[in-house]
C-alpha cells in the first residue's frame, strides 16, 4: 500500500489522488469550494446523495412581501444556531495549511458559513457572503448576525430552537407557522434586513468577481472542492481555466458541470482526500 493509500476511500480516489499530485505540484493553485466541504462539519449541501434538490429563498421572493421576510428570519432564527456552531473540518484545516506553505495562493468559495477563517485562511474571497454579517437595505449599515439574533429574540420571546429540524447551507430551517414572527426593523432608518449574502435570483457583487478572476489568472492551476457547479458563479472559474489551459482537479461526490474538463475527478470524502492531495 502507497503512503496515499487510505482504506476508506475507494480504490479508485487513491489513483486519481496520485495523478493530482502530480500535475499540481509546485503550482500556484487556485481553489473554489461549495458546500459538500462543509458537510463533515454538520452542515448539509443542497443537493447531496439522498437529499431532495432544494433552492433557497431567492431575492425576488425575499423582497416582494413583508410575509416572505417574516418565513426568512423565522426560519433562518433556527437555523443559524446550527450554521454558528459548526466547526472547521480537516479539509478546511488542509487548505488552510496549504495556504500557509504558499501551495493554495488564491481560495474562493460559495460557501457562507465563515468556516475556512475559523480554519484559519486568510484572504478568503466569500462569493456569495457571509451568513454571520446583515446589512439594512435602506442606510447600508451593517450589523453582527449576533446582534441581529437578539432582536429577533427580543421580539419573538416564546419561539425555542429546535436543534432535530433539518436545514441548508444557508441557514434555513424547516419551519412551519411563521405568520405571527416578528421581524425588527433598521435601528437607523426603518429599513429593511436582509443577510448580508447573494440570494439566488442575485448577482455577485462585480468588484469580488473581478478580484477572484484576477487571482484565477495569476494561478497555475484550479481546485474545486464540494461543488456541483450547478449556478454560473461557480462555473465560470472552471471555464476560465479550461480555456488557459490550466489543469482542473475536482473533488466531488457526484457529477458537475465541469467533469468533462477536469484532468482528475476524485469521487471520495473531501477531508479525507485534501489531507492526502495537499498536505505531504
Not at 451593517?142 to 444557508?170: C, G, H, Q, W
Not at 414572527?181 to 429599513?191: L, M, Q, R, Y
Request: proline share 4%; hydrophobic share 40%.
Amino acid at each position: 500500500m502507497s503512503q496515499l493509500e487510505n482504506p476508506e476511500l475507494p480504490h479508485a480516489a487513491h489513483y486519481s489522488i496520485e495523478v493530482a499530485r502530480e500535475r499540481i505540484a509546485g503550482k500556484k493553485l487556485f481553489v473554489l469550494t461549495g458546500a459538500g466541504i462543509s458537510t463533515d462539519s454538520g452542515i448539509p449541501d443542497y443537493r447531496g446523495q439522498g437529499r431532495v434538490a432544494r433552492h433557497p429563498m431567492t431575492y425576488d421572493v425575499f423582497m416582494a412581501s413583508f410575509e416572505a421576510q417574516q418565513r426568512y428570519w423565522a426560519r433562518s432564527y433556527v437555523g443559524w444556531s446550527r450554521i454558528a456552531s459548526a466547526k472547521p473540518n480537516a479539509g478546511h484545516f488542509a487548505i488552510a495549511s496549504a495556504q500557509a506553505n504558499g501551495l493554495v495562493t488564491a481560495l474562493v468559495t460559495q460557501n457562507v458559513d465563515g468556516l475556512h477563517q475559523a480554519a484559519g485562511s486568510k484572504n478568503v474571497i466569500d462569493l456569495h457572503g457571509r451568513l454571520d454579517r446583515v446589512i439594512c437595505l435602506g442606510c447600508k449599515t451593517s450589523i453582527a448576525r449576533t446582534e441581529m439574533d437578539e432582536y429577533l429574540k427580543e421580539l419573538n420571546p416564546n419561539i425555542t430552537k429546535d436543534n432535530s429540524v433539518e436545514f441548508t447551507p444557508d441557514g434555513d430551517a424547516e419551519v412551519d407557522g411563521t405568520e405571527s414572527f416578528i421581524v425588527p426593523k433598521c435601528k437607523k432608518c426603518d429599513g429593511i434586513y436582509k443577510p448580508d449574502v447573494v440570494f439566488f435570483g442575485e448577482s455577485v457583487p462585480t468588484n469580488r468577481v473581478e478580484l477572484a478572476l484576477n487571482q484565477l489568472a495569476a494561478a497555475d492551476a484550479l481546485l474545486i472542492v464540494g461543488s456541483s457547479l450547478t449556478v454560473n458563479s461557480g462555473y465560470r472559474f472552471a471555464r476560465l481555466a479550461a480555456q488557459s489551459s490550466k489543469p482542473i482537479v475536482i473533488v466531488n461526490i457526484g457529477p458537475t458541470r465541469a467533469d468533462d474538463l477536469a484532468i482528475a475527478k476524485i469521487e471520495a470524502n473531501s477531508s479525507i482526500v485534501l489531507e492526502r492531495l495537499l498536505i505531504d
